[in-house]
């Protein structure tokens, strides 16, 4: 597999449910969307199961939360936490779903993989029109001569703006939770792009390194999306990764 640029969390995990979709009809290949992938570990029962990851706070796309419950993991399930700041253990491996010794974290919250797919299929996937689509046999039926065309509304500009305020709210409920989440901080970036107004995204980035000093990561994550665009004559992202490296 290959790692997904904007989301430095997937494959650090041994094991992955990985969710591929396919139009059939078009014999296309399979393809992996972003955050449709799983950490998963084995039961004491040797079930497979979900463990807890942050993006389940975090998907604005489905109705309802996921809501990991106590379970009984094998002994050979956990994170290595070697290398990671107590403030980066505390965002990833919060303590009401793990138990943190040594340089590993255990979790002691789970949710079943059916569960996490219907999840999948009621918000994200069911919104792309990946379930309950029409059939192309129906399409052919149609007598096209006696179909009248559908007039396109323009948009209301006020509902648009509502739109991307309610997305707002809800990217900034997820990074409150999870600063660190960078397909959160895509979603961020790409709000302030679609607002025309980046002065969010400056609030966001002007309190990161503030509010964790000793993180190389808040410095790291800084220098990759306030400095998209890089110049030979842009130092800003090399003092950023230099600063980074003197707290690593």
Request: glycine share 4%; charged share 30%; with cysteine.
């Amino acid at each position: 597999m290959i790692q997904v640029f904007y989301d430095s969390s997937f494959m650090k995990h041994k094991y992955q449910l990985l969710m591929l979709t396919k139009d059939t009809a078009q014999n296309e290949d399979y393809v992996l969307w972003a955050d449709l992938y799983f950490d998963v570990f084995r039961a004491a029962n040797g079930q497979w199961i979900g463990a807890y990851m942050p993006k389940y706070r975090t998907t604005s796309a489905t109705p309802k939360k996921l809501q990991p419950r106590k379970m009984r993991f094998s002994k050979d399930a956990f994170y290595n936490t070697g290398g990671m700041t107590r403030e980066e253990i505390d965002i990833a491996y919060p303590e009401a779903y793990y138990r943190i010794k040594k340089d590993k974290a255990f979790p002691l919250m789970g949710i079943n993989i059916d569960e996490i797919f219907q999840h999948l299929k009621d918000g994200l996937l069911g919104r792309a029109g990946m379930y309950d689509r029409p059939s192309l046999e129906a399409v052919e039926d149609v007598n096209l001569e006696n179909v009248q065309m559908e007039r396109v509304e323009v948009q209301n500009p006020d509902s648009v703006k509502q739109a991307n305020e309610d997305a707002y709210s809800a990217i900034k409920d997820a990074l409150l939770e999870d600063p660190f989440n960078e397909a959160t901080i895509w979603l961020l970036v790409g709000n302030c792009r679609a607002r025309d107004d980046y002065s969010r995204c400056d609030e966001f980035f002007d309190n990161l390194i503030p509010n964790y000093p000793d993180s190389a990561k808040a410095y790291l994550l800084e220098a990759k999306f306030r400095h998209l665009n890089i110049s030979l004559e842009d130092s800003s992202r090399i003092s950023l990764l230099q600063s980074a490296v003197k707290v690593d």
